[in-house]
């Protein structure tokens, strides 16, 4: 029942925390057709299950966009030495006695992750961008109101190309 309101967004937040708190996956939900879903997350739960979760919105004729946030230390692991590593959900811990020793076999495993990611985001006809913690919000709402919009471009700002002089400036004749 839709609700308006001074406190429907702390409404809309508590619901939101208190369905998902033991789960990063996104809850199961009676979607309405032809509507678009989007979803925010690291998505670094087994692939496996993300993968079963998106098929179960898609199979409701939903179309999906997926921001996957990561902070870039979780894409680099920059880490030397005896490292602790603690999962932010479940509180499970690993010691690592030399984090430099994982980092490349780490950094192939999150690149195929996420290339899993891409291949059944393109295979629902469905978005999907990389957002990084150390660049700014705006950036990934831009892109994903341009996914809303149907403009699919990268959305990072890059600088114009220079100018090319017109021909009568560069010495051609006619």
Same mark, same amino acid.
């Given at each position: 029942?839709?609700?308006?309101?001074?406190?429907?967004?702390?409404?809309?937040?508590?619901? &939101?925390?208190?369905?998902?708190?033991? *789960?990063?996956?996104?809850?199961?939900?009676? &979607?309405? @057709?032809?509507?678009?879903?989007?979803? !925010?997350?690291? !998505?670094?739960?087994?692939? /496996?299950?993300?993968?079963? @979760?998106?098929? /179960?919105?898609?199979?409701?004729?939903?179309?999906?966009?997926?921001?996957?946030?990561?902070? #870039?230390? +979780? /894409?680099? &692991? #920059? =880490?030397?030495?005896?490292?602790?590593?603690?999962?932010? +959900?479940?509180?499970?811990?690993?010691?690592?006695?030399? $984090?430099?020793?994982?980092? *490349?076999? =780490? @950094?192939?495993?999150? /690149? @195929?992750?996420?290339?899993?990611?891409?291949?059944?985001?393109?295979?629902?006809?469905?978005? !999907?961008?990389?957002?990084?913690? *150390?660049?700014?919000?705006? +950036?990934?709402?831009? $892109?994903?109101? %341009?996914?809303?919009?149907?403009?699919?471009?990268?959305?990072? =700002?890059?600088? %114009?190309?220079?100018?090319?002089?017109?021909?009568?400036?560069?010495?051609?004749?006619?």
């Amino acid at each position: 029942m839709p609700s308006t309101g001074r406190y429907v967004s702390r409404k809309i937040a508590e619901v &939101l925390l208190s369905e998902t708190a033991d *789960d990063s996956l996104p809850p199961p939900a009676r &979607l309405n @057709r032809f509507s678009e879903c989007i979803l !925010f997350s690291d !998505f670094l739960e087994p692939i /496996e299950d993300t993968v079963a @979760r998106f098929h /179960e919105i898609a199979s409701q004729g939903v179309r999906g966009h997926l921001v996957q946030i990561l902070d #870039p230390a +979780e /894409e680099t &692991l #920059p =880490y030397s030495g005896r490292t602790e590593f603690e999962a932010s +959900e479940g509180g499970d811990t690993m010691i690592a006695g030399r $984090a430099e020793d994982l980092r *490349d076999k =780490y @950094r192939k495993r999150i /690149e @195929r992750h996420r290339l899993d990611l891409q291949e059944v985001a393109r295979q629902l006809g469905w978005s !999907f961008v990389l957002h990084h913690t *150390d660049r700014p919000a705006e +950036e990934v709402l831009l $892109a994903v109101h %341009g996914q809303l919009a149907g403009q699919e471009r990268d959305y990072r =700002y890059r600088p %114009g190309r220079a100018a090319t002089a017109p021909a009568a400036e560069t010495g051609a004749r006619s």
